[in-house]
């Protein structure tokens, strides 16, 4: 009986592959005009054609929202965390032979993957939200055998983003858009260091109340997301616009149409250090 092997995708291949979609995908972007500096009217509230553009396309890119002395800071608290990050999943030590941090909080501070790996898509983990499993580009004989994907509580961990919750900027983007009444309730770090960070899988925010009766484009609630540094094609989140109207997606049934995970019509959200997207 013959079998047939393939072989492994490269990162070198998987950027080849990757840069006429990112292309496509960047000048789309740029041409939605979703972008530009946090701007509230008389009343308080964001001016009304930034709330039409965000409802419109699903997401808003506030450019210069975390000035750059607030922006150290953060870089050097994430620092200050990812050094004391466990080298492997259940390890005990970091990568300097010190005690990891973990110990006595209840929530694992830490998620940690293969490099360039998709650990989520295609399982039944949360809730099986992400069905469909991203490439998963062979890492370098040289690379970490480990990585940190992200975060998890950051405002036990770092005092600095206990601040940037309390900016009014962010506050204020998100009462207008949600009311005075929002409850932050998760809060994260992704981390995607340069030819290393895993994939997240395409997914929907929320995992129940689709098919509710009072189901709007609000329902799930919304993230925003501050850049520590620029969010590229290659390296940033990438969004379907508009398909927060829709309901439930099937992403399944998306990806076969499209041929390849690289949905059809999608965009990145393009940021500089110190944006913060809506989505």
């Not at 929202?65 to 200050?80: H, I, K, P, W």
């Not at 290659?234 to 390849?260: M, Q, T």
Request: aromatic letters at 8%; hydrophobic letters at 40%; a negative charge.
């Amino acid at each position: 009986m013959a079998m047939t092997e393939t072989a492994p995708l490269t990162a070198a291949e998987h950027a080849r592959v990757m840069a006429a979609y990112s292309r496509a995908g960047e000048a789309r972007a740029r041409a939605l005009g979703n972008r530009g500096p946090i701007r509230f009217g008389a009343d308080g509230k964001l001016l009304p054609q930034i709330v039409e553009s965000y409802w419109t396309h699903g997401f808003y890119v506030f450019e210069g929202v975390v000035g750059a002395e607030e922006l150290a800071e953060l870089r050097a608290a994430v620092d200050r965390v990812l050094a004391q990050a466990p080298v492997a999943p259940g390890a005990e030590l970091d990568r300097f032979g010190r005690k990891a941090l973990g110990e006595g909080i209840v929530r694992p501070p830490y998620k940690i993957a293969r490099p360039l790996s998709d650990p989520v898509g295609g399982t039944s983990k949360n809730n099986g939200r992400h069905p469909v499993q991203m490439a998963q580009p062979e890492p370098g004989r040289d690379d970490p055998e480990w990585v940190v994907e992200l975060l998890d509580g950051n405002l036990h961990l770092m005092d600095e983003c206990l601040r940037l919750y309390g900016h009014p900027g962010l506050l204020g983007v998100v009462a207008s858009l949600l009311g005075d009444d929002f409850v932050p309730y998760n809060e994260v770090t992704f981390v995607k260091e340069p030819g290393l960070g895993p994939s997240v899988a395409w997914h929907q925010d929320g995992t129940t109340h689709w098919s509710a009766p009072d189901w709007d484009q609000g329902a799930h609630g919304f993230n925003t997301m501050t850049q520590l540094y620029p969010s590229t094609a290659g390296n940033g989140v990438w969004v379907l616009p508009g398909s927060h109207k829709l309901g439930k997606a099937d992403i399944r049934r998306k990806v076969a149409e499209s041929g390849s995970e690289r949905i059809e019509g999608a965009v990145p959200m393009l940021c500089e250090a110190g944006d913060m997207i809506v989505t």
